[in-house]
């Protein structure tokens, strides 16, 4: 969130960002497999992070599911293999998103696989930020302020 000039005197600074590994925009296989009944659910890593990914086209799945994930690092013939949780899904409904994918957090990649990881996605451009849908723009917001 972001304040106005006039309301940070109010306010504060913005809070800080919970995310701590920035995200990347890759294009590499994967399979992504549900860890209950085995099958594949996506097979391309869209967005990485050395915390998680955004994966699709995907099946469905439920938030909080457990699923199998195995990719390889960007640039590298390194292969990584990870249990991970489902943390949200994207649906496809809202402007910008075009199919079904899943965001998926790691659960405990080992150390070794985290550290080449965060090396690999040091060359790869960050992901550009997405705009929510319902934000206002600044003008809308100064003129709100005035009336």
Excluded: N
């Excluded at 860890?35 to 990914?53: C, H, K, N, P, Q």
């Excluded at 469905?60 to 690092?73: C, D, H, Q, Y």
């Excluded at 640039?75 to 079904?100: I, K, Q």
């Excluded at 060359?123 to 100064?142: E, F």
């Amino acid at each position: 969130m972001r304040f106005p000039p006039a309301l940070r005197k109010v306010f504060g600074p913005a809070p800080k960002s919970p995310r701590q590994s920035s995200r990347h925009t890759v294009r590499i296989e994967c399979q992504v497999v549900r860890e209950r009944d085995f099958t594949l659910i996506a097979d391309r890593v869209v967005d990485l992070s050395s915390s998680g990914a955004l994966v699709g086209p995907a099946d469905p799945a439920l938030t909080g599911e457990r699923i199998l994930v195995s990719f390889r690092i960007p640039r590298s013939t390194v292969w990584v293999d990870a249990d991970a949780t489902v943390s949200r899904v994207v649906h496809g409904r809202r402007p910008g998103e075009f199919s079904r994918a899943l965001a998926i957090e790691f659960d405990g990649l080992d150390a070794q696989p985290r550290f080449m990881l965060e090396q690999a996605l040091r060359v790869v451009p960050p992901a550009p930020p997405k705009s929510a849908p319902g934000r206002r723009t600044s003008q809308s917001l100064v003129r709100a302020l005035l009336d």
